[in-house]
């Protein structure tokens, strides 16, 4: 089945301790990207992943690092959370970046199920 | 800065009547356009897009799409809602500036009996 899978789901943790959100797709997507959501902002991007060693930020990236060493996988990093990063964030992943030049299409975003992170 | 705007934070419609869901975008070409349903606790489903040529386009579950270039908007319809479409709905937007979309703010649709 074609899925985003991320994990942990649920997470609570303190201020300061370091802490990663797995994030992994099986349609051999090359776009990936992160967002995180919050009540009346809906969502935001916080880094994206053109392909694999390719990443870039997105409008909210502060406090948070990426990586994509693996084309099917792109974790998040929160190396010191803090409370304003209690949020729920999704992973998605996509065929093709929503770039305008080259005649290549934007295209679906297949999003994961969500990690809501609560930090104290 | 570029933008998207859904302009209705919440939406009350009983059962069977029609909806429409309104965004707007900031920009001055055409970008790519989506429409994503969010039920609640669950991750977010594509119900349509818009890439270029017809702008009615037609999506999942029923829904609709006009994209009109003159008011920037791209609103989404359904003419008879049920129960199960009480959820959360985002306009998305791709292709504005380099690799990013731009979500709007979402709608939280409510149906009453």
């Known amino acids: 089945e074609a899925q985003v899978t991320q994990n942990p789901r649920y997470l609570i943790t303190v201020t300061g301790k370091k802490l990663t959100v797995t994030c992994s797709q099986n349609?051999?997507?090359?776009?990936m990207s992160w967002y995180r959501q919050d009540p009346g902002l809906g969502l935001r991007q916080i880094y994206y992943?053109?392909?694999?060693?390719?990443?870039d930020k997105g409008d909210v990236p502060e406090g948070y690092k990426v990586s994509r060493k693996e084309k099917r996988n792109f974790p998040l990093i929160l190396e010191s959370p803090s409370p304003n990063q209690t949020s729920l964030y999704f992973c998605?992943?996509?065929?093709?970046?929503?770039?305008?030049?080259?005649?290549?299409?934007?295209?679906?975003?297949?999003f994961g199920p969500g990690t809501r992170l609560t930090v104290l | 800065a570029q933008s998207v705007t859904q302009p209705d934070i919440h939406i009350t419609v009983s059962e069977g009547a029609s909806l429409e869901l309104r965004c707007n975008y900031s920009?001055?070409?055409?970008?790519?356009l989506f429409w994503y349903v969010q039920s609640p606790g669950q991750g977010l489903q594509l119900l349509l897009k818009?890439?270029?040529?017809?702008?009615l386009v037609q999506g999942i579950k029923g829904f609709e799409a006009e994209f009109k270039r003159s008011q920037s908007s791209f609103n989404l319809r359904k003419p008879s809602v049920h129960w199960s479409d009480a959820a959360e709905y985002f306009c998305?937007?791709?292709?504005?500036?380099?690799?990013?979309?731009?979500f709007g703010t979402g709608t939280s649709l409510t149906v009453i009996p």
């Open positions: 992943s053109m392909n694999v060693e390719v990443t």
């Open positions: 818009y890439f270029s040529g017809d702008t």
């Open positions: 920009y001055g070409a055409t970008p790519y």
């Open positions: 998305d937007v791709g292709g504005i500036t380099g690799n990013q979309f731009y």
């Open positions: 998605a992943s996509s065929f093709r970046a929503p770039i305008t030049s080259g005649g290549a299409l934007a295209d679906t975003q297949y």
């Open positions: 349609m051999n997507h090359e776009y």
